[in-house]
């Protein structure tokens, strides 16, 4: 399989987060923790369009929590959910125009919380890139899976806007597992 995979570059994340978003799907997340290998195929993710999507975390403007969402395309922002999950984001756009995409599934991991233990992802890859990256990047191996636009969950603090937008996308393959 390594010889047939395209990593993927700065080309590819820096644009915007609705385009990213569903151009991530199917794509791989390739993790090197020492002499492991870890490879999960992404199966949904969503975008988080910044400072005027009020699901985002740059609605409220620029603090500590937020600075990585300013950063270059292929930053990656790891936060803490609830005080115990790390959810794995990738930056997108231009620098300074805050927007992401969050990994919401993968593979045999159907929640973001579940593919970030598997792939031992933490705060300790918080601001580093997925770009030029040999331990954590991603991958393209010509997979193209029929995508799906669907609502974000877990945002229910957002304006109904926001709350209802299709910007989860995911592999038609799978189910909407969440109760809606």
Known sequence: MRDKLIVLG??????DCTELAPDLVGK????????EELVLRITETEAYCGES???????????????????????IYVYLCYGIHWLFNIISG????????????CEKYDGPAKLTKYL???????????IGNPEIFIA??????????RKRVGID????????????YADSRTKDIIKK
């Open 10 to 15: 700065t080309d590819f994340f820096a644009r």
């Open 157 to 168: 603090y957002a304006a109904p806007k926001d709350r209802d937008a299709l910007l989860r």
């Open 120 to 130: 031992k992802i933490d705060k300790s890859l918080n601001g580093l890139s997925v």
């Open 28 to 35: 791989l997340i390739v993790r090197r923790v020492g002499d």
């Open 140 to 149: 393209d191996d010509g997979f193209r899976p029929v995508i799906e636009r």
């Open 53 to 75: 999507d009020t699901a985002c975390h740059a609605s409220k403007g620029r603090t500590a929590r937020t600075e990585m969402l300013y950063r270059e395309a292929g930053t």
């Open 94 to 105: 231009e620098t300074e125009q805050p927007q992401g995409v969050l990994i919401r599934a």
